[in-house]
Nanobody, 126 residues
Framework: QRQLVQSGGGLVQPGGSLTLSCTASGPRFSRHTVGWFRQAPEKEREFVAAISWVANNTRYRDSVKDRFTISRDNAANAVYLRMNSLKPEDTATYYC???????????????????WGQGTQVTVSS
């Protein structure tokens, strides 16, 4: 059974940086699309970023472009989300998720993802 285990997150001041990690167990993770999503209290879950098998194919929500970077290390079965220039509005619980997708798939619809990490809190506050 595939499991996604997240690490990273925490409290950071506005303008600071954090890196979230998502490590998978189970075969063929390198052939999964991996996405990052977030959910703030009383708000709907929203797409943040996704990366396909082909690691140079990525997608970001507009509000994080040029600040966040998603990357993957297939040898380590891991995907990372580097978050720079963090803003208070980035405060949320962040989740990684994976799905068996096509070569260039970067689906932004969270309902289409199969496996989910446990979530990690990111708080941006002075």
């Amino acid at each position: 059974q595939r499991q996604l285990v997240q690490s990273g997150g925490g409290l950071v001041q506005p303008g600071g940086s954090l890196t979230l990690s998502c490590t998978a167990s189970g075969p063929r993770f390198s052939r999964h699309t991996v996405g990052w999503f977030r959910q703030a209290p009383e708000k709907e879950r929203e797409f943040v970023a996704a990366i396909s098998w082909v690691a140079n194919n990525t997608r970001y929500r507009d509000s994080v472009k040029d600040r966040f970077t998603i990357s993957r290390d297939n040898a380590a079965n891991a995907v990372y989300l580097r978050m720079n220039s963090l803003k208070p509005e980035d405060t949320a619980t962040y989740y990684c998720a994976s799905r068996a997708g096509g070569y260039y798939d970067t689906t932004y619809d969270w309902r289409l993802y199969t496996y989910w990490g446990q979530g990690t809190q990111v708080t941006v506050s002075s």
